[in-house]
């Protein structure tokens, strides 16, 4: 198993530790649900190091990464990023990603450590005969999510260089903590505000220590995976492996947002996908709310009032912050529309719940 | 780990405190410490008689469901309401207020087969 470098530093406050995609990461410090609490009300930060970091370089950076994007990267310019997915060619995906744009010739794709040697394996096979400049650096990398509200304003006592209202989904090289050449951008998967920071692992003990000291007085915390999923599952956004994989499309999980036809994007797979969105798919990717006690978990069987089986649940959980049972799922179309009653069948008794838009947590 | 000596254990983590004939029974802090945050717990089998090791109920956890096991057989006489409302009571105080079912004890010769706190120590240690 893989460790990162704040390995001993989680161990001492006394982190409840998992192997979570071969790597030895904290699930939880104090409890899940302060958490969880901390980061929609002040600061955490999050060891998210087991990220992999993926750069593509050179005169064919730009052909390769708009091969393999189904976002539109024309529209970027240096000190952006981008969410965007690697769509395969069967309808499916390969992995969920951001795009940060440095040059036309310089990107830096931030990929799943749950797939980051295949989606290494992806690239290496989709630069035939494009020729752009592939390294890995996921292994040199340490990457901390600062997230909450209050995280820029602690964050700022770290550099000089202003990133306060630096808008949401750009980055900056900076000094931080005394470390040049860190890369900070206002990204992250708890729809509560923040950054992440993208530092060389031999800098990452002593800047996470700065991190803690000066997220001091705004009350900040170490927030393990398991608050990181109740965050992101309250904003809807997926995770790979649960909401989307090889075998489901952007357009069925909502994401045609991140899938643009536009001229000259001529993607993996783009034929196939814009007759997908043309004609229409027959499952949704959805969010609900139970009305009755229960929680939904990954795999439980969707029905329809009849009993007949409509989909599966994709995430679940007890929100936090909503205090109600959410999910996720697919579910046949006619039964995607937000309001429509269903039912997610809960160790053999049907239990009702209802289509709801996301994100599920408002603010 | 806090283990008292006055109860007694399964394997299952669960502790059971003997009454007379009535068992309450409750999951043990090194449970709802591996469970974490608990968010629900799920009883309807009040008022039935069911056999050592079948399920009673189960345990929802932010991340994990588990089920809950009869350390004895007899009826299930009542479930913690108070858990209904507030099931964190489970993680704040495992063996007082967050008891979970009192059972009728219908074979005393089962509580042979519970352990004590010394050997519910060497299973989790």
Redesign the interface.
Same mark, same amino acid.
């Given at each position: 198993m893989k460790t990162t470098v704040f390995k001993d530093k989680h161990e001492a406050m006394g982190a409840?530790m998992v192997d979570f995609a071969g790597y030895y990461m904290p699930?939880?410090f104090e409890?899940?649900?302060v958490e969880h609490q901390t980061v929609r009300e002040a600061v955490g930060v999050f060891d998210v190091s087991h990220m992999g970091e993926i750069w593509v370089e050179g005169p064919k950076a730009y052909e390769l990464v708009q091969k393999v994007s189904s976002n539109d990267i024309a529209v970027l310019s240096q000190g952006k990023v981008q969410y965007t997915c690697f769509p395969n060619d069967k309808g499916g995906i390969v992995d969920d990603f951001l795009v940060y744009h440095f040059s036309r010739e310089k990107y830096l794709l931030v990929v799943n450590a749950s797939n980051i040697e295949k989606d290494w394996n992806w690239l290496v096979k989709q630069n035939e005969g494009v020729g752009a400049q592939l390294s890995n650096a996921s292994d040199e990398t340490s990457l901390l999510a600062v997230q909450g509200p209050l995280a820029l304003k602690a964050m700022q006592k770290l550099t000089d260089e202003p990133i306060e209202d630096m808008p949401f989904y750009t980055f900056k090289v900076l000094e931080f903590a005394g470390v040049k050449d860190v890369l900070l951008s206002t990204t992250g998967y708890t729809g509560a505000g923040g950054c992440e920071i993208y530092i060389p692992n031999e800098s990452g003990p002593e800047i996470y220590d700065a991190i803690l000291e000066a997220g001091e007085e705004f009350g900040i915390k170490p927030v393990g995976l %398991?608050a990181r999923?109740?965050l992101r599952l309250e904003m809807g956004f997926c995770l790979y492996g649960n909401d989307i994989n090889d075998e489901t499309s952007p357009i069925e999980a909502s994401m045609g947002w991140l899938t643009k036809f536009t001229d000259g994007n001529d993607f993996i797979n783009r034929d196939y996908l814009e007759k997908q969105k043309q004609e229409g798919v027959s499952r949704k990717l959805i969010g609900f709310e139970l009305l009755d006690?229960?929680?939904a978990?990954q795999h439980y069987p969707i029905k329809d009032a009849q009993g007949q089986t409509i989909g599966e649940v994709t995430s679940g959980?007890?929100s936090?912050s909503l205090k109600k %049972?959410i999910g996720m799922g697919y579910v046949k179309k006619p039964f995607a529309k937000s309001g429509t009653d269903i039912f997610i069948e809960i160790?053999g008794k049907l239990v009702k719940a209802q289509v709801v838009k996301r994100p599920f947590y408002k603010g | 780990m806090n283990l008292p000596g006055n109860l007694k254990y399964t394997k299952d983590h669960e502790w059971i405190k003997i009454e007379g004939d009535v068992a309450i029974i409750g999951i043990t802090d090194f449970a709802q410490n591996e469970l974490g945050d608990i968010v629900y717990i799920e009883v309807n089998t009040v008022g039935e008689t069911l056999e050592q090791e079948e399920t009673f109920g189960t345990i929802e956890a932010v991340k994990t469901v588990s089920d809950l096991f009869m350390p004895v057989s007899g009826e299930v006489l009542e479930f913690n309401e108070k858990l209904e409302g507030a099931p964190e009571t489970v993680n704040q105080d495992p063996y007082e207020g967050g008891w979970i079912v009192k059972v009728k004890i219908s074979d005393n010769s089962e509580l042979e087969d519970l352990l004590d706190a010394d050997a519910y120590k060497a299973i989790i240690e």
């Open positions: 409840k699930v939880q409890g899940v649900n %398991a999923d109740t006690k229960g929680i978990r959980t007890m936090p %049972a160790r | -």
